[in-house]
């Protein structure tokens, strides 16, 4: 057997061997390196942090041996993924922070999504024709939303950290100033990116060279602009960002490129508090994120229908398995399309949505043996309303807290367009609300009257940020960035513990599924046997091998040891325990 300190010395010191060499040679190193993180979970008695960035993860786990607890590292990462991982990593933008104490027995969710701006319309993505124009929707200044990013981190520090503003952004300033090695990974992003971003000044001037060159592996990537924006924030907090220079900044930037955000838009932005979506699952308890996201709403509804079969019987990833959970996925995002919104605005049924009897009737209507065709779901009859580039990271402590967070700019550099002056990325978040009912966005999603554009409404989300329990104790810690894969990424790790006990890593790079309804079509990765895609095929499934989905950094507590497992799909990723 192994020794697990010595194995978790050797993989460190494999890592630090890799950044060294990266530093003094600027050798191009290969995700090889890191690779050996990746062999088994990585092991943790008193914390562990788990992001797709590894400079982030030492920004946090640094915070957690100062005796700092899972929301002071949260904090950090957050920040340090700002500046180490632009394409997703953001103050431009905005997201989802669960926050499960079991001290208190508490889950807390905190909403920091993106607000349409006041002077948002119903129809500001329509053409003259009345059709919807996704290039103003997705790379344009109208595409941003008012960003919550700072705001939101602000709040959960205040609320429930232990250490400053100014502590939390300090990793995050230094690697900005002093800048870090570029990987193999941030080369790539930008190269392949390369139009969208050059086609802003501003854009081209951080993410390139003076002569319009690229920055390749092994090259030192300092961001000025973005170090003294995040210093002003630092020194005055949030009002610097939401009321002085930065957001001068943002609001110029609108007023020279008919954007629509105003200082009052800033000044009038707050995050809030959420109550999380929480269902149960074979005894465990799930809490996920509840509206403007329909992320937790559709991981509950889905795994309630799955309960009513003998899963872990049927086998991990097996024809049958995949059928199930295709045709329970079908259903979910069908309701998703109809009555998923910001429930500020709309009234959401969740109740119904999430009850073991509406998944009972939904799970009736599955035929075992066949596909139903999308053609023939539409929106289901849950209990009527009651009264009443995205990166992930997974945080615990040795407190009994855990984060898991979700944030993002959407499409991976969001908009493309960076602040003047700011040296930060605008979301391009205007995008996942329904610019016209029926016609799908980005990720193929389609939304309606629930979904419409309203001034500062948030927009519909997918983003699911889950903690699952056990008898009281945090369990699993989960979460993926994705688009509309999110809700099944996050679904498929969920089952991968409970329904086919396998530890972490795997659960988290196993080959993953995905259908959404519309199109009609069952996504696969690579990894899945011939014959049971022909199984899946022969009951009339239209089976399609893509590319990856997600990037899941989960960690899973077990009698008081905790494992993690970071996403092998993120070259950068990585879990360090302490
Ligand atoms: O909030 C959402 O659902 C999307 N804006 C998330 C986008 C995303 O995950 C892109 N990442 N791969």
């Known amino acids: 057997m192994y020794n697990r300190s010595f194995q978790l010395s050797c993989t460190r010191v494999a890592v630090m061997a890799g950044c060294v060499i990266l530093l003094f040679s600027r050798t191009v190193y290969s995700s090889a390196i890191l690779e050996g993180q990746r062999m088994h979970p990585v092991q943790g008695k008193e914390g562990m942090v788990v992001t797709s960035h590894f400079l982030a993860t030492w920004s946090a786990q640094e915070v957690l041996k100062k005796g700092g607890n899972a929301i002071d590292a949260a904090v950090t990462a957050a920040f340090s993924l700002a500046v180490t991982q632009p394409r997703s990593g953001n103050i431009g933008g905005g997201g989802f922070m669960l926050i499960s104490s079991e001290q208190k027995d508490e889950v807390v969710a905190i909403d920091y999504r993106e607000k349409a701006p006041g002077e948002a319309t119903v129809d500001m993505f329509l053409d003259k024709d009345g059709n919807a124009d996704s290039t103003v929707s997705r790379f344009s200044h109208l595409a941003a939303g008012v960003?919550?990013?700072?705001?939101?981190?602000?709040?959960?520090?205040e609320k429930y950290g232990t250490i400053s503003l100014k502590e939390a952004m300090a990793p995050a300033i230094k690697l900005a100033e002093e800048g870090f090695i570029v990987t193999p990974r941030f080369s790539d992003g930008l190269k392949k990116r390369e139009k969208r971003l050059k086609k802003w000044v501003s854009s081209k001037k951080i993410f390139y060279k003076a002569d319009g060159s690229y920055y390749e592996p092994g090259d030192l990537f300092i961001q000025k602009d973005l170090a003294a924006t995040l210093n002003r924030i630092s020194q005055n907090g949030i009002t610097e960002f939401y009321e002085g220079r930065t957001a001068e900044l943002i609001v110029a930037e609108m007023a020279n490129h008919g954007g629509l955000i105003t200082m009052d838009d800033m000044k009038n932005y707050s995050p809030g508090f959420?109550?999380?979506?929480?269902?149960?699952?074979?005894g465990y308890d799930i809490y996920s994120m509840s509206p403007p996201s329909s992320g937790g709403a559709h991981v509950v509804q889905i795994l309630n229908i799955l309960e009513g079969y003998p899963i872990s019987e049927y086998g991990h990833n097996s024809a049958k398995t995949i059928h199930l959970m295709a045709e329970a996925m079908k259903r979910a995002y069908a309701d998703r399309s109809f009555y998923l919104g910001d429930e500020d605005f709309i009234k959401v049924p969740l109740k119904g949505l999430t009850s073991k009897k509406y998944a009972a009737a939904l799970h009736d209507g599955i035929d075992t043996e066949k596909a139903t065709p999308s053609s023939t779901i539409a929106p289901g009859k849950p209990l009527p309303y009651e009264s009443n580039q995205t990166t992930h990271f997974s945080i615990v402590d040795k407190y009994g807290n855990a984060v898991s967070n979700t944030y993002t700019i959407n499409f991976s550099y969001g908009s493309?367009?960076?602040?003047?002056?700011?040296?930060?990325?605008?979301?391009?978040?205007?995008?996942?609300?329904?610019?016209?009912?029926?016609?799908?966005n980005a990720y193929g999603l389609i939304g309606g009257e629930a979904n419409k554009i309203e001034p500062?409404?948030?927009?519909?989300?997918?983003?699911?940020?889950?903690?699952?329990?056990?008898?009281?104790k945090n369990f699993l810690i989960t979460g993926s960035p994705g688009g509309s894969r999110i809700i099944t990424t996050t679904l498929q790790v969920i089952m991968n513990v409970i329904d086919h006990g396998l530890n972490i890593q795997s659960s988290v790079a196993a080959p993953r599924i995905h259908h959404q309804w519309l199109p009609d079509q069952l996504r696969i990765e690579e990894g899945l046997s011939p014959d049971t895609i022909k199984a899946l095929q022969d009951m009339g499934h239209e089976v399609k091998q893509k590319s990856a989905m997600g990037a899941i950094q989960s960690i899973l507590i077990r009698d008081g040891v905790m494992y993690g497992g970071a996403d092998p799909r993120r070259s950068t990723a990585l879990a360090a325990g302490l």
Request: overall charge neutral.
């Open 416 to 440: 493309g367009i960076v602040v003047e002056g700011a040296g930060f990325l605008l979301n391009n978040e205007m995008d996942d609300f329904s610019a016209k009912p029926g016609v799908p």
């Open 147 to 157: 960003p919550g990013t700072v705001a939101g981190l602000a709040m959960a520090l």
């Open 456 to 472: 500062d409404k948030r927009m519909l989300s997918s983003m699911s940020p889950t903690i699952v329990k056990q008898e009281g």
């Open 274 to 282: 959420r109550t999380p979506i929480h269902g149960n699952y074979r």
